[in-house]
């Protein structure tokens, strides 16, 4: 699935002792890229809507780590280009935002509880036709 | 006492990572054979990594709380890690500390015993595995196509300060240009600031509303449920005039 | 250490890993011995304040061993597990309670660069990492499968959450005042005579250090605060189904947190390692002048430890008094004082604080033996816009 370009460029990766190597952002990037799939599929996965509110949160929190590597100076290669300080600024609102989102949705979910008794999303069908 | 030992042993994992961040994340080694910094985000990035799966295949929502947090904190050492020490804090503060809590309480308020576990089925879950595959296989593909990302890092770290950040809030700029910036003029972020800080208060109203509690004469379906669903009995009755019955978890 | 240790010849992978190893185990060792001594104190306090005794027998005179046999009593207690409890939350919420509040003690000073690690946003750290220490209440009292846990775990959530606000804005008043976050800092900034210490800077941040008190043995759980762990309602709170060692964890990190949260207010409001007479500066042995041996460097070292160990045991034997001397709350007053009281006035102190440091930034008191030379971070708009660098007024 990963294709040629791919393998080709893991075998270096691989190659090399990474417990004596310094970190590179591709490594941050990995964990992104698991973080992020991880919260894909558990919003997919999940009936339970405070469920489907911890995918959102693994996949904010997936992209954050993102913006932070690319941010940091200590992770680009020598002459590397850093996003600087504005990566650290929007995870910054990347984290102020969530808290505001899972504020609401927890509103919003609780309201649900209230008047169907339930928390599965998928009995939240009462506009089908 | 088995059974007490792998706990405490995590625990004393833990504390040696803890300490482990005795070692400053600029500071490289010259004789060292192994890359402490290198070990420890490892060891974090598999925490978080590992945690993150298991919200994914947990039943329990509130074992996914549990992993959640503990995949959250273990990102937050991340982020100090890459010397990004502000945003470790925050997402601590905030993310952990505050949203998750938050999160856990509303686990709590409807774990019924019905709700605790909702299974999906089994074609959900091979839909979501094949799908999660294929979009992770896409992520690592183009993440690895870069060649400018693949190189390890230089390894060297400024001192790491929060005055810059504070001081950009406010909108200004201090920090140094990352080397080989596109663009010389950069903004300060005072006006997202503010738009942050009154969405947050909208918010906070917004939230508080929806969630206020409502006088109503006809009694609200959770409670009507809990009474169809309890026996007739004095402490059953009485617990059920309280807010609400069915609060008692846990799993077996 | 790690250049003492690279000095002896040891590799370097084996120099940091030992550092951290020692650095982790002296911090553990605070809390046990911390908790040991503390269980010990709160009898005799509790004993004193209801004219008692307390332990008289275990070990000599004043019952010095009594924490010990406690200890081994508890080691040989039979470890239960309610039957419907989810095993794995059950077993693993005392040790994220306890992993909190050790993990907080990485960023306190305990006198100057006498810390774990030095990180430049400490105090933020030390009072994230603090609000952490509820997961592992929250956890016990849902697993516990006992309404009487869960219901001291959901008072002990909404309890922590609403005090971290007024608890960080009088964090914030000293880190204004000092100009920067770095715990070390802090407490170097208010070296000399004790009218240097940020309790004393003005009126302010004299009130403001008991509203954080307040907040402080509120977020700690201490009584008057103690609703999760009400025993007059609910039996014995989050920790109603616990015993044996798992429970001594849940005990231990208490004490670990108030320990804590103590250290914070000495090093934050109240001069930190600096004693109120400027011992070291007297005698010539601080090492301002440039020729001081290292003996005598290690020596001021630990005569600041003893300082800060001193102001925070002080704090701590405080929260003993108000426990052994006021009234439980209701849920209701706790939120109402948190919401109503705390919030309002530590904003209004903070607003007041931040006034007095622009008209008058030395403060009330003369500043006897302040430091010379300390540089703020302060930033100014240059010409062309250009930010510019520059040093405070004092």
């Known amino acids: 699935m990963n294709g040629l370009p791919c393998t080709a460029a893991i075998l270096p990766l691989l190659a090399a002792n990474p417990l004596t190597e ?74 102020l935002l969530a808290a505001a989102e899972a504020a609401v949705a927890l509103a919003i979910t609780l309201n649900f509880y209230n008047n169907h008794a339930t928390v599965d999303v998928d009995r939240a069908d009462d506009l089908k036709g | 006492m088995e059974s007490l030992l792998a706990p405490s042993f995590v625990s004393g994992l833990a504390a040696l990572a803890a300490g482990g961040a005795v070692c400053p994340p600029g500071l490289l080694l010259p004789t060292a054979a192994v890359n402490f910094h290198s070990l420890l985000f490892f060891l974090f990035a598999a925490l978080a990594c590992g945690f ?101 890092g230089a390894g060297v770290i400024p001192d790491p300060s929060a005055t810059p950040l504070g001081m950009a809030m406010v909108g200004l700029r201090v920090d140094d240009p990352p080397a080989n910036a596109p663009v010389a003029g950069r903004a300060g972020y005072l006006l997202p600031f503010e738009i942050v800080s009154v969405h947050l208060l909208v918010v906070l109203v917004g939230a508080a509303y929806l969630a206020r509690a409502k006088r109503r004469r006809t009694p609200r379906p959770i409670e009507a449920l809990a009474s169809a669903v309890a026996p007739a009995s004095p402490p059953a009755a009485a617990a059920r005039s309280g807010s609400s019955s069915a609060l008692v978890g846990g799993t077996r | 250490m790690v250049e003492l240790l690279l000095g002896f010849g040891l590799p370097g992978w084996l120099a940091w890993t030992v550092a951290a190893l020692v650095s982790a185990a ?101 009072v994230a990492v603090l609000g952490l220490e509820v997961f592992g209440v929250i956890l016990a009292g849902y697993a516990s499968a006992s309404k009487w846990s869960l219901f001291g775990a959901m008072r002990e959530a909404a309890q922590v959450v609403s005090y971290e606000v007024p608890l960080g804005m009088c964090v914030v008043v000293p880190v204004m005042l000092a100009g920067t976050m770095d715990l070390v800092t802090i407490g170097e900034k208010q070296a000399g005579w004790f009218t ?41 709170g989050f920790h109603t189904e616990y015993s044996g060692l798992r ?33 070291a500066e007297l005698l010539g042995w601080s090492g301002r002048g440039g020729d001081t041996s290292a003996f005598l460097v290690y020596l001021v070292r630990l005569l600041g430890l003893v300082n800060l160990v001193g102001k925070a045991t002080i704090g701590v034997l405080f929260m003993m008094w108000i426990r052994w001397t006021l009234p439980r709350l209701r ?18 102190m903070f607003a007041g604080a931040m006034v007095w440091q622009l008209l008058l930034p030395g403060g009330l008191l003369p500043g006897w033996g302040r430091p010379a030379g300390e540089i703020r971070e302060g930033w100014l708009e240059g010409p062309g816009g250009s930010p510019v660098r520059v040093a405070d007024r004092d």
């Open chain 3, 26 to 126: 002296l911090i553990l060792n605070v809390i046990a011995v911390g908790a040991l001594v503390f269980i010990w104190a709160e009898r005799k306090v509790a004993a004193r304040i209801q004219d008692r005794l307390g332990p008289t027998r275990t070990g000599g005179k004043f019952g010095w061993l009594q924490s010990l046999a406690d200890g081994i009593k508890l080691l040989a207690k039979e470890d239960l597990m309610p039957d419907g409890a989810d095993g794995l939350l059950f077993k693993i919420a005392p040790y994220v309670s306890f992993c909190a509040s050790f993990c907080a003690f990485i960023a306190l000073p305990f006198a100057f660069d006498v810390v774990a690690q030095r990180l430049n946003v400490g105090v933020f750290f030390v």
């Open chain 1, 22 to 95: 310094p970190v590179g952002v591709i490594h941050y990037l990995v964990v992104g890229a698991v973080l992020f799939t991880a919260g894909i599929a558990c919003m997919m996965l999940k009936r339970n809507a405070l469920g489907v509110l911890m995918g959102i949160e693994l996949v904010l929190n997936g992209a954050n780590l993102n913006f932070v590597a690319f941010a940091s100076p200590y992770l680009q290669a020598e002459g590397g280009m850093s996003l600087g300080l504005d990566g650290q600024m929007i995870a910054l609102f990347v984290i």
């Open chain 2, 52 to 152: 993150a799966l298991g919200v994914v295949i947990s039943d329990n929502v509130v074992r996914m709380a549990l992993y959640l947090v503990f995949s959250l904190a273990a990102t937050a050492g991340l982020f100090f890690l890459s010397g990004a020490e502000f945003v470790g804090a925050m997402q601590l503060m905030i993310y952990v500390g505050g949203t998750l809590v938050l999160l856990v309480f509303g686990v709590m308020l409807t774990a019924q015993a019905p709700f605790i576990e909702i299974r999906a089925s089994a074609s959900d879950r091979t839909l979501a595995a094949v799908a999660g595959a294929s979009l992770l296989g896409l992520l690592l593909t183009a993440a690895l196509s870069v060649d400018a990302w693949n190189a390890p």
């Open chain 3, 247 to 279: 429970w001594s964890f849940f005990f231990m990190a208490e004490y670990g947190s108030m320990f804590l949260v103590s250290g914070l207010a000495a090093v934050l409001f109240l001069g930190g390692w600096n004693g109120p007479v400027p011992l």
């Open chain 3, 331 to 348: 849920i209701d007053q706790v939120m109402t004082t948190c919401l109503k009281y705390c919030t309002p006035i530590a904003a209004a």
């Open chain 3, 196 to 236: 240097n210490w940020y309790l004393f800077h003005d009126p302010f941040t004299f009130v403001i250090f008991w509203v954080y008190v307040t907040c402080a043995v509120a977020s700690v759980n201490r009584a008057p605060f103690d609703l999760a762990e009400a025993e007059s309602e609910l039996v014995a």
